[in-house]
C-alpha cells in the first residue's frame, strides 16, 4: 500500500541567501515549448531543473531537445516514463520504471547525472524510497502556477508572481501539453525579477 512521504524528504529550497528561487520545469521534452524556454535561460545565463519524461524524449525530437538541455548546463530530473499516477504502484513496478526512464535518458543524452526524482502528478506513494535507493533525491512540488489549468498569459504571469518566492522552488511545466504561454510568462516575470535583484540557483543539495 502507498504512504505518506515524509515532508522531510523532500528538497523544498533554493541554494543561496535572500533574493534566489530555483526554477523547475515537468513533463518535457516538447518541441512546441522547450527550445524558446531553453533561449529564454539562456539569455540570461539561467540553469535550471527539468524533469524529463521518457516518453517525451523518446518522440521525435525529444532526444536532440534534451541533449540541448544538457548542453545548455541545465541539472535533469527522473519524472518517470510516462504520466501515469504511481502512488500506488509496487516498490518493484516503481524500481523497474525509474531505472528505464534512466537508461532512456542516458542513451539520448550519455552518462549524465540525474540527482532528483519528481513523481508525476505528486502520486508518491513509496517512491522516494526506491528513488533513495537509486541515489535520487525527491524534488518537492510546491508553488505552482496551474499552468494545467489555462494557457492564459495574463494569468499565468501574475500566478508566477504569486508562486515565486525567496529561498523557495518554483514549478512550471514545459511539456504535457502546448505550453507557450506558459514560456511567455516566465519570459517576463524573469525579466522582471532580475532587474529587482534577484538570482536563480538551483534546488539545494545539486
Known sequence: MPRDTPPAAHVRRAQGEGLVAALT???GPDPRATPRLLDVLS?????????????????????????????????LCNHSTSFAAMGGWTADRVRADLQENLRIIREAAGPVPVPFWRAPNGSWGVTVDVALELGMRPLAVTNTIL?????????????????????ELVLAHDGGGD???????VETVLAERLAAGWRFTLPEGC
Open 179 to 185: 505550453r507557450r504561454g506558459t514560456v511567455a510568462a
Open 25 to 27: 520545469f515537468d513533463d
Open 43 to 75: 539569455a540570461h545565463g539561467i540553469r535550471a531543473v527539468f524533469a524529463v519524461v521518457g516518453e517525451c524524449i523518446l518522440r521525435p525530437g525529444g532526444a536532440d531537445l534534451l541533449r540541448r538541455t544538457v548542453a545548455d548546463g541545465h541539472v
Open 147 to 167: 499552468d494545467w489549468d489555462t494557457q492564459d498569459v495574463t494569468t499565468l504571469t501574475a500566478n508566477l508572481r504569486e508562486a515565486m518566492r525567496p529561498g
